[in-house]
C-alpha cells in the first residue's frame, strides 16, 4: 500500500533539490533534511551513480503514482533502435545531440524559477509561464531524437541529418517534425499521447508570436478567439517537463548499465552483523539502494570482501568505495569469533528504497526511513579473519 503523504513529500524534496543544484550561483544554503535520502553518500561515492540515482528516485516516484510508463517506454524505443544501428554510433550520436539538450534545458531551468522567485502559489496561465514554456518547446534536439529512433525503425536507415524535416535556410520545420513522430510512436501510446499534449497545435501555433491575450485564465487571439484554456496549457507545460526528464534518465540508465561494473557497488547504505543459535553461518546483511542492485544480477563484487578488526573496531571491505568501520560491541565480537570459526560468511545484499509506504520493513538510517523494495540477494564467501 503506498503512502501518498510519504510520495508526495518526497517528490516535495526532490524538486526543491533539483530547483537549487541548478542555479547558477548558490545564494543560499539548503537545509540539509530537504537533500533526498541517499543523495550525499552516492554523491561521495561516484558522481555519474548520483546522477543516475537522482533520475531513478524520479521513476520510482512516478511509479508510486502510476505514471512511470512513458519512461519505460522511451527506454525500451531506444534499446531497440540501439540494437538496430549499433551502441557506437547511437553513442556518438547521443552524446552530440544531449550535450545540446543538457545547455538550453539548463536554460530553461532558469527561466522556470521565476514562477517560484515571483512567490506564485501554482503553475498557471500567465505571460511569465507563458514565456517558460516557449523556452522548453524551443529544445528541438528532443524532436530530432525521436525523429531519428522512428526513422531508423520504419526504414531502417540512420538519418541524423533529417534535411527533409528542414527550411532552405536549415531550420528545423518543428510542426512537420511533430506530426511525423506522433505518427510513428503508435507502439508507444504513452509516449505519444504525452508529446501530443505537450505540442498542443492551439498553443504551439502561437509560439514566436505576440498576437494573443490572456484572460479569464485563457489564451486569446487579439480577436477573442479562444486559443487554450488555463487547463490545457498546464497539461501541455508539464507533459513537455515530462518528456524532457524521461529522455534525461533514458540516456542516463542506457549510460550507467554499460558501464555497470564500475557502479554496481554504489548506493550502499549501511552493514549489519548478524548470528545467533538459530543459523549456522554468520551473515552480514548489506542494505542497497534499490536501482543500483538491480542493475547487477551477478554482484561479483561481493566476492572481494574483506573482514578485519582491531582492538576497537571492526571493518568491512568490499571495495575501495564501500568500506563499513565501527566499534565492536559484545554481539559483533560473538560475530566476529563465529566467523573466525566456520571461516565463511554469508551475505544478504537487500534492495531498498526510501520510505514510501509500502508493506515492508522500515529501516532507519542516519535518520532517514527505508523500506525494503525487492527479495534480497544471498551468497556465501570463504573468509580469512
Avoid at 301 to 312: G, H, P, R, T, V
Avoid at 353 to 371: A, H, S, W
Amino acid at each position: 500500500m503506498i503512502n501518498s503523504k510519504a510520495v508526495k513529500d518526497l517528490f516535495h524534496r526532490f524538486v526543491i533539490y533539483e530547483n537549487y543544484i541548478q542555479q547558477e550561483t548558490i545564494s543560499y544554503q539548503i537545509d540539509p533534511s530537504i537533500v533526498p535520502p541517499g543523495y550525499l553518500t552516492v554523491f561521495s561515492q561516484n558522481k555519474d551513480a548520483y546522477l543516475f540515482y537522482r533520475n531513478s528516485l524520479l521513476l520510482l516516484l512516478k511509479k508510486a503514482e502510476g505514471e512511470h510508463e512513458l519512461y519505460y517506454e522511451l527506454l525500451n524505443f531506444t534499446l531497440h533502435t540501439v540494437k538496430l544501428i549499433g551502441y557506437k554510433d547511437f553513442e556518438t550520436f547521443a552524446d552530440s545531440l544531449y550535450d545540446k539538450f543538457k545547455i538550453r534545458w539548463d536554460n530553461t531551468v532558469k527561466t522556470s524559477h521565476l514562477v517560484s522567485e515571483l512567490g506564485m502559489q501554482k503553475l498557471e496561465l500567465n505571460n511569465i509561464t507563458l514565456n517558460a514554456y516557449q523556452h522548453k518547446y524551443e529544445i528541438e534536439e528532443v524532436l530530432i531524437y525521436l525523429a531519428i529512433l522512428i526513422k531508423a525503425v520504419s526504414k531502417n536507415t540512420f538519418d541524423q541529418n533529417l534535411d527533409n524535416f528542414k527550411d532552405k535556410s536549415g531550420n528545423l520545420r518543428k510542426g512537420k517534425i511533430i506530426e511525423y513522430i506522433i505518427s510513428g510512436l503508435d507502439s508507444f501510446p504513452n509516449l505519444k499521447k504525452t508529446i501530443s499534449k505537450a505540442y498542443n497545435p492551439n498553443l504551439r501555433n502561437i509560439i514566436g508570436h505576440n498576437d494573443y491575450k490572456i484572460k479569464d485564465n485563457s489564451l486569446f487571439t487579439i480577436d477573442d478567439e479562444l486559443i487554450i484554456t488555463n487547463h490545457d496549457f498546464i497539461e501541455a507545460f508539464y507533459s513537455m517537463q515530462e518528456l524532457h526528464n524521461a529522455l534525461i534518465w533514458t540516456i542516463s540508465n542506457i549510460e550507467i548499465n554499460k558501464n555497470v561494473e564500475e557502479y554496481s557497488d554504489c548506493g550502499v547504505l549501511a552493514i549489519g552483523y548478524y548470528y545467533n543459535k538459530e543459523i549456522d553461518i554468520p551473515e552480514i546483511h548489506l542494505f542497497q539502494l534499490w536501482c543500483f542492485s538491480q542493475c547487477d544480477p551477478e554482484k561479483k563484487w561481493l566476492k572481494k570482501a574483506q573482514i578485519y578488526k582491531d582492538k576497537k573496531n571492526i571493518t568491512t571491505k568490499l571495495t575501495d568505495i564501500c568500506v563499513f568501520s565501527g566499534e565492536i560491541t559484545s554481539e559483533i565480537d560473538k560475530w566476529f569469533k563465529r566467523a573466525e570459526l566456520c571461516k565463511k560468511v554469508q551475505i544478504h545484499l537487500i534492495p531498498i528504497v526510501p520510505f514510501i509506504g509500502l508493506d515492508t520493513r522500515t529501516i532507519l538510517i542516519i535518520n532517514e526511513k527505508y523500506q525494503i523494495y525487492e527479495e534480497p540477494y544471498s551468497t556465501i564467501i570463504p573468509v580469512d579473519l
